[in-house]
Every structure is written in C-alpha cells, then in structure tokens.
C-alpha cells in the first residue's frame, strides 16, 4: 500500500512542472501572422484616401495582388479583416500580400489609432499568461516615409481585475529606421504577481508628415512567446505602478494595488520607513524644496513583508523666489482659487523656506491648534483664516483667508 501510495503521489508531483511550464516556447497570440479571414463574398470596392492612394501608385504596384490594369483579380478582397483582431477605422487597414511569411500582411496608416488581439468573443483580455513569468512579444515591419512609430502595450489582469498596463511609449522601443526590408522588433515583458490573463494592442501615433508623403507600414508576424515559467511561490508582491505628484515640501503617492487582499503598504523614503496605509495613496511629508528622494513601498501581511520594492527617484519643486525675494509670501495650496477648502484642511505650503518656521493658527479669531497636520473646522460654511508665519530668521507674514468649507 505505501508502495503504491508514494508511486502515485510521485507521479502527480513530476506532472507539476511540466503543468506550470505548459506554455514555455509557445506562441499565445492567435492570427498573428494575418493568414486566418472570415468568409466574404465577392471583392468589395472601398476607396482609400485620395491622398494615400495617389502617393501609393509607384510603391505599391500589383502588392494588394492587383493585375496590370489596377483592378483586383478573383475574389481577392483587400478590405477583409482578419480573424481574432480588432482593427481601428482610422488605420485605414488593408492586407497585402507582400508578406513577410505566408500570403499576408497587414499595411496601415499612420492616423492615430490602434488594433488589438481579442478572441471570437470579441475579448480583448483573453490572453492565458502565468504570474511572474517572462514573454518575448516579437513582430516584423516594412514600409516607406515614416518616423519610428508603434506603441506596444500589454494589459495585465487577474480575474478580470486590471492589474497594470505596460505600455512601451520610449522611442527606443518603436518600429525604427522603417524602410523597405523586414525587420524584426522585439520587446519582452514580464507578467506582475498574480497575473491569470493580458490584452496585447499596437498603437499608430498619428504622423502628419507621413500622411502628407503617403507614408505607411506593413506588419506581419507578430508573437508572444513564454520564455520563462512563472513565480508560483506565495511570496508577496510589490504594488505596481508606482507615481509621484510633487509638491515643494510634500510628495503625493499613488500604486496600482497587488492581487493579494487586506495587505498594508509600508512606505520608505530614502531607506527610512514613514509610514503605512491599507490604501492606495500616501502623501509623504516634511521635505525639502529641490530635493532628490527616492522611494520604496512594499506590501506587508500579518509578518510577512514582500522581498521586492515598487521603486521610483523623483524630486521635490524648488522654491519660486528666492529665500530673501521680497516677492516670496508663504500660501496653503490647498485652500482652492475660489477660497473653498475641506473641513479637515492639510497645512501643505508652498514658499515656505524654513522647516522650522513658527506657525499660528486662528479661525473666527478663535486660536486653533492643529491635529495631525490639519485644520478641522466644525461645520461647513464661511469661516475667517487667520495665519502668522514667523521664520527663524525675523522674516514674517500674515495671512488671511475668507473659506467656504465644503
């Protein structure tokens, strides 16, 4: 009996990896290379742009499978759409059948639109992927009279929750040095923690120059390929998509949130810890104006804390004036333009040059002493601000504000 137990229980165990590295090597983006349509009838007679056609002329001859008269030959239909992707109108799509491999290819204008893999429920997530595992998203472009152009973007969900979206918006990562010879992009992409599905697209920045030249492009080819297996250990993962608003003394925090539930974020400024929320924001105070922080946040459950950090270097806004510029007058910047503020009011300033400033509050000429960093008025409606700042130095103001509380 444990004999066949530990045969069985084996077994099983050595299914395991090869279950989690099913999709390694393998291409998960159907249709790419253009080759699959739906039926159609007899060829329809659409009319590209005059200005595309004119400049196309030269270039283009017998490429859409044209005879010698211009007229398209047999039931040949350059309009189809191909199966599995939605196309944008304003591409002005057309396949052709100077492919790269097979018959063909799709050609597309620069116009400022895109097209995206979906299935044939028309999902545009339907992407199976594996959380922690690294794709190779590849495809081949030819094409005349254009700057470097394509923006790939990959969304990443769990359960249909979005999780992040890659988009590579770096020039570095476009279709570059377009010319009439293939050429392969290739970009890789690694999906975040508990990551179950992704949405691959293609954007065309529009380009008005290249419309004006007749420019386009032709692509064909286009994979994504696992060539890692996934993380499937139960480590906690960092929030995603870090981001800073910056302010001269204070930076506003924002992070997509990780798929694990009721996680804490810890957040770091400079290696010190400063605080952690159950949020998806943190606004991280006391700073110096025109100053580099870097920051880290990391997810914390029960007494667990995840091994990697989101991470990001960014930098306060200096002062406006200068410390002795008579023009420098110290403000709350969240008191709005229109005098309205809410009942608990940050004491965020801007042109404040010194930390240790002596501040006195006074609402309705009542002193009131802060709670937290804030103001907390005790209804909504009109109320009279009263400030005096003292800096360390004799410099001093007073300021006043008439508030609508919301």
């Given at each position: ?163 992040k979206k890659d988009a590579r918006e770096n020039k570095a990562d476009y279709a570059t040095n377009i010319s009439e010879q293939w050429q392969q992009k290739v970009l890789t992409f690694t999906a975040p923690a ?141 008191v709005r333009e229109n005098g309205t503020c809410p009942r608990a009011l940050p004491l965020f300033w801007k042109e404040l040059a010194d930390a240790n400033a002596k501040i006195t509050y006074w609402v309705d ?42």
């Amino acid at each position: 009996m444990t004999s066949t137990y530990s045969r069985l229980l084996f077994g099983l165990l050595a299914l395991l990896p090869t279950a989690l590295a099913a999709q390694v090597g393998q291409n998960i983006i159907p249709n790419g290379s253009f080759e699959e349509y739906a039926a159609t009838a007899a060829a329809r007679r659409h009319q590209v742009r005059a200005d595309h056609e004119a400049a196309d002329d030269d270039d283009d001859e017998n490429e859409d499978g044209d005879d010698e008269n211009g007229k398209h030959s047999g039931d040949f239909d350059p309009y189809a759409k191909p199966l599995y992707w939605y196309i944008n109108a304003s591409l002005f799509s057309t396949r052709v059948t100077d492919a790269h491999s097979g018959k063909f290819a799709l050609k597309l204008y620069p116009n400022g639109g895109s097209f995206f893999t979906r299935d044939k429920d028309f999902n545009a997530y339907h992407l199976k992927v594996e959380a922690g595992a690294e794709y190779r998203l590849t495809y081949w472009y030819k094409g005349q009279k254009m700057a470097p152009n394509v923006v790939v973007t990959v969304d990443w969900l769990r359960g249909g929750t979005h999780l992040k979206k890659d988009a590579r918006e770096n020039k570095a990562d476009y279709a570059t040095n377009i010319s009439e010879q293939w050429q392969q992009k290739v970009l890789t992409f690694t999906a975040p923690a508990g990551a179950d599905h992704a949405g691959v697209g293609l954007y065309l920045n529009y380009d008005s120059e290249a419309n004006e030249k007749g420019g386009f492009i032709v692509i064909d080819d286009i994979e994504m390929v696992q060539t890692s297996a996934g993380n499937t250990d139960d480590r906690l993962a960092p929030p995603e998509n870090l981001k800073a608003k910056t302010q001269q003394r204070e930076l506003e925090l924002s992070w997509l949130p990780t798929a694990e539930p009721e996680v804490n974020y810890e957040v770091k400024v400079n290696g010190k810890a400063v605080g952690t929320t159950t949020g998806t924001s943190f606004v991280v105070t006391q700073l110096a104006p025109g100053t580099s922080y870097n920051i880290e946040v990391v997810t914390l459950k029960n007494n667990t804390r995840s091994t990697k950090a989101a991470t990001l270097s960014t930098a306060t806004e200096a002062l406006t004036h200068a410390v002795n510029d008579e023009n420098r007058i110290p403000y709350l910047y969240k008191v709005r333009e229109n005098g309205t503020c809410p009942r608990a009011l940050p004491l965020f300033w801007k042109e404040l040059a010194d930390a240790n400033a002596k501040i006195t509050y006074w609402v309705d000429d009542q002193k009131q002493e802060p709670t937290d960093g804030r103001l907390l008025f005790t209804k909504s409606g009109e109320h009279f601000l009263h400030i005096l700042v003292v800096e360390s130095d004799g410099r001093e103001w007073e300021i006043d504000y008439q508030l609508n509380v919301d």
